[in-house]
């Protein structure tokens, strides 16, 4: 089972944000970005709504939403930010992304 927590770390480290400032109300560009990374993974990998991921990053549902179009376009569109991503995504899960697809 993955934690919210877990993915929060996760993140933390891929970007150099705190956990502090993920879920702080900072809407500096690179602490955005981290948090909608976190807010991408949590809906990514666990079954939880877009509600509850919005009270762990004190947000609402519709911000959480936004956030995962925003990182779902550029994964799409930025090869260097979708290795990132997986890097991410191996460091939460412990498997690899194949094709698209959790191994």
């Not at 709504?49 to 911000?63: A, M, Q």
């Amino acid at each position: 089972m993955i934690l919210f927590a877990d993915v929060i770390y996760a993140v933390s480290r891929a970007t150099g944000v705190t956990p502090r400032e993920i879920r702080s109300r900072d809407r500096t560009q690179r602490v955005a970005i981290a948090r909608q990374m976190a807010m991408y993974l949590m809906r990514e990998l666990t079954s939880e709504s877009w509600e509850k991921i919005g009270l762990h990053v004190k947000r609402d549902h519709s911000t959480v939403m936004h956030g995962h179009f925003q990182i779902a376009k550029r994964v799409a569109a930025a090869p260097g930010f979708r290795e990132s991503m997986a890097v991410t995504r191996t460091a939460i899960t412990g498997a690899p992304e194949v094709n698209g697809c959790q191994a």
